[in-house]
């Protein structure tokens, strides 16, 4: 299983990305032809930004995003046409409305759904690597579509696109062939933004043509061209990707740029031959250069060996930093602990690398946190082969419903709960002590499970793991008695709600959870520095590893003291380095809040 | 045999009427130039009569429709076109889109833009980049191309933009040969006064109220021409 290839074809999840990736390519490459030709480049760009926004509303509404979003895509690039043609507004301010509106559009359903949705994050950035069967069927069917209708069509997109008044003086339908152009472009970048995301799409379908046209003289060389430039850098992206742990989608369009240079470079190669101001013996010297060293940069991408984690003993794989120093707690040496998230790494936005899918279709025990921000692991765990023992944070503990906390009535009394339509649970369970100690129980059980000979151990370990925790749990609860205080103001996302539910704390903050929003409604800003100043609270919280602007200008209008909450989802690097644990990091917290509450 | 018959036409562009009652005649062999000031709606006159913008009133008539194969037609270049990547064999073979049928170019039909790029002399450059010729070139390739379109008639708008005098010439002496020889209709747009008069055989001037037309004897003994060219500096 070391080269690339054999890898690659010997896991369903990548020989799924490989045929999505290609069949996308292709398609992408043909349409972009004609967009770059026809100067509608930025239609593809344009598109990009309806379709994020079809889909942010398709996850609000709950509707499957991709049935919700391709007819509304193929009805903007409809309407984007017909701005560009004959509207008032001219094309590329047409193009900039469209496309900047839709993005309000698609940040407004954001918060309405709380700005929980992590399918945004991959409609952004694209997740390549957990595709479905399904996806795989949608984007096979609409890519032949796409293909036939290319090839079928194939003179008339040429005619339109090379001289459209004297293709409509022959007859030639060139609405309808700039209509069927466009809404070809919508369906890919529709499909497309699965693999791509948004943000890049529109480089898949641009940088192919841009690149052949700097060498090729001939319309169908400039098609052919493009196809096979398209395929090359999609599959020396992909492979770069596994390779070097690179996000997919970017790894391609760096391979792109690159061609397009090689390709510029060549094409004015050829220019100063042709003038004859350069040697034709140069200019052949130059030209072998250049091949030598693409063919050189594909041989190093594609031989060699890939540096695939291979396990040795008894492994388990965690996603988060608390689900990771809870395991390394209990395996001591007996067994290795890997951390999906590399520290530093925002859990909201994460992608697993194929070398993640990896370790976790091979490990024995799996830690996992359950929530919104790990949809990816449902389609991971669906796969074939991974049978091994799961351990899911959120079936530990009671599960409290995330919290709304806008406007006035975030008043939060203890124990209330609200129903805003669907519940969304808290994720962050480990947050209270005493769920850390039934997760622990759980881990616990799954290793000794998976490795019965040092049970023995394990069990010990956890044991006295527990009684660490329980002390912890102590100290927090006689700091929280003494308090003056009755509650805490966070100004920032707030991950805490299991520990503020065990000790009875009540808090006041500006966004749940799992918020990815960092600008607060005024009114919000103005009801904490009302809760600050009230009650003379002296110290006004921000989350670990965020940037915490609210809370900043909280401490500006009131004078409280800034001091940082951990939710231990994920660390910094200099933590993580250092040495800290959830139970070092939790004594910070401890700190923390005596100052606030006492 | 009348080819383009229009009576009592009025034209608009943008919704302002550019020409009043417009009446003229094309008949088979005819060499029509139109002349006009900027704006006096010579390249919409062009457009109604291959029924791509609708006339405001009026009847015009063009003999066998556009889809008949027999008229070409010669748009101003577009700056799209100026760094498009095809060769000119391409470029040629789609003047014979209207009459494809299937998905591919037939034999015959590709033997037609051969025939066509023989005849205007420029087979020799089948293969080249339509960007790396030179606008003389470049204007025979689009040429052939509306020849493949179809050849009893041609719309030509202004040609000769853009072309030194010379390849101006070669040019003008090009489309009177097909003319003459191959007994093809022109109608051409053009700024040019002076080969309009030499070369045509009819001259339509715009105006707004008071369009002319007539043959080039008539036209040049006109107040219009002299007036005209009086002004124009020859």
Not at chain 1, 132 to 140: E, F, G, N, Q, Y
Not at chain 1, 479 to 488: G, K, L, P, Q, T
Not at chain 1, 511 to 519: N, V
Not at chain 2, 66 to 75: A, D
Request: glycine share 8%; hydrophobic share 45%; charged share 20%.
């Amino acid at each position: 299983m070391n080269d690339v290839f054999s890898l690659i074809f010997s896991q369903d999840f990548l020989v799924r990305a490989l045929a999505v990736g290609v069949l996308i390519s292709v398609c992408a490459a043909l349409l972009g032809v004609s967009l770059v030709l026809k100067r509608f480049s930025m239609i593809g760009d344009g598109l990009s930004h309806v379709s994020f926004g079809a889909m942010a509303i398709a996850a609000a509404a709950n509707i499957a995003p991709l049935y919700f979003s391709l007819p509304i895509v193929v009805v903007a690039a409809f309407l984007l046409l017909r701005m560009s043609e004959k509207g008032k507004i001219k094309g590329d301010a047409a193009i900039a409305l469209i496309s900047t509106g839709a993005l309000a559009v698609g940040v407004m359903a954001t918060s309405l759904t709380s700005g929980m949705n992590i399918d945004i994050y991959n409609y952004m950035f694209g997740s390549i690597l957990t595709m479905s069967s399904t996806d795989v069927t949608v984007t096979a069917v609409l890519c032949a579509v796409i293909i036939f209708l290319f090839i079928a069509f194939y003179h008339q997109i040429f005619a339109v696109t090379f001289d459209e008044s004297f293709a409509k003086a022959t007859g030639t339908k060139a609405s309808f062939y700039n209509m069927v152009i466009a809404a070809l472009t919508a369906v890919t970048v529709v499909i497309g933004m699965r693999m791509m995301g948004a943000l890049l799409i529109s480089s898949l379908i641009i940088f192919p043509t841009v690149t052949s046209m700097r060498l090729c003289r001939s319309y169908r060389s400039v098609v052919y061209s493009s196809v096979a430039v398209s395929l090359f850098c999609f599959i020396s992206g992909l492979v770069f990707s596994i390779k070097y742990e690179a996000p997919t989608g970017a790894s391609v369009v760096i391979v792109n740029i690159i061609l397009l240079g090689v390709f510029s470079l060549l094409g004015s190669v050829r220019k100063i031959s042709a003038n004859s101001r350069l040697h034709p013996v140069k200019s052949v010297l130059v030209c072998f250069v250049c091949g030598v060293c693409t063919a050189l940069f594909a041989a190093v991408l594609f031989s060699g060996s890939v540096n695939i984690y291979e396990k040795e003993k008894t492994t388990v794989v965690t996603t988060s930093f608390a689900s990771y120093d809870f395991s390394r707690q209990i395996a001591g040496d007996d067994a290795e602990v890997i951390m999906l998230l590399s520290p530093g790494e925002e859990s909201h936005t994460f992608e697993p690398t194929p070398n993640d899918m990896l370790a976790i279709k091979q490990c024995d025990v799996f830690v996992y946190v359950g929530g919104e921000s790990e949809a990816w692991v449902e389609t991971v765990l669906e796969e074939k082969g991974a049978d091994m023992i799961k351990v899911k944070m959120m079936d530990c503990v009671q599960l409290y419903e995330e919290e709304f906390t806008d406007g006035m009535e975030h008043g939060h009394e203890h124990g209330e709960q609200k129903h805003h339509g669907e519940a969304e649970y808290d994720e962050h369970v480990w947050t209270s002590p005493l769920n850390a100690v039934l997760i622990i129980d759980a881990v616990c059980d799954a290793l000794c499970d998976a490795d019965s000979v040092n049970a023995e151990s394990y069990r010990g370990r956890a044991e006295s793991y527990k009684k660490e925790l329980r002390k912890l749990d102590d100290d927090i609860s006689e700091a929280v008695r003494n308090a003056e205080h009755s509650y805490i103001v966070v100004g920032d996302r707030f991950p805490l709600r299991y520990f503020t539910e065990r000790y009875s704390l009540g808090y006041y903050a500006a966004f749940p959870g799992c918020s990815a929003q960092t600008e607060a409604n005024p009114v919000t800003i103005a009801n904490l520095c009302d809760k600050v100043s009230s009650e003379k609270i002296p110290v006004v919280f921000k989350v670990d590893l965020s940037s915490g602007t609210v809370a900043y200008s909280i401490s500006e209008q009131t004078g409280a003291d800034v001091e940082t909450l951990y939710s231990c989802h994920t660390v910094s690097a200099d933590d993580f380095n250092g040495g800290e644990t959830y139970i070092s990091l939790m004594y910070r917290n401890l700190e923390a809040l005596k100052k606030a509450i006492s | 045999m009348s080819l383009i018959s229009c009576k009592n036409v009025y034209l608009s562009y943008e919704s302002n009427t550019v020409i009043n009652n417009l009446n003229f005649e094309v008949n088979e062999g005819d060499y029509l130039c139109i002349v006009g000031e900027n704006g006096s709606g010579k390249s919409t006159l062009i457009k109604s009569i291959l029924g791509l913008k609708q006339t405001a009133s009026g009847h015009l008539h063009l003999i066998g429709g556009i889809n008949g194969g027999e008229i070409g037609y010669l748009p101003q270049q577009t700056t799209a076109q100026k760094d498009f990547p095809a060769s000119v064999y391409e470029v040629v073979l789609s003047g014979c889109i209207a009459e494809k049928k299937g998905i591919f170019f037939s034999a015959a039909q590709k033997r037609k833009a051969d025939e066509n790029m023989k005849k205007l002399d420029i087979l020799s450059l089948k293969s080249k980049c339509y960007r790396e010729l030179s606008g003389g070139q470049q204007q025979r390739v689009l040429l052939a191309r509306a020849l493949c379109a179809g050849g009893k008639l041609l719309l030509l708008d202004e040609p000769v933009t853009g072309l030194d005098p010379l390849v101006t010439a070669e040019l003008y002496s090009l489309i009177d040969r097909l003319n003459r020889e191959d007994g093809v209709t022109v109608v051409m747009v053009s700024h040019d006064l002076f080969a309009a008069t030499q070369y045509a055989t009819h001259i339509l001037h715009l105006k707004k109220d008071n369009s002319f037309f007539g043959t080039v004897d008539e036209y040049t003994s006109s107040e219009l021409y002299n007036g005209y060219k009086g002004r124009d500096g020859r």
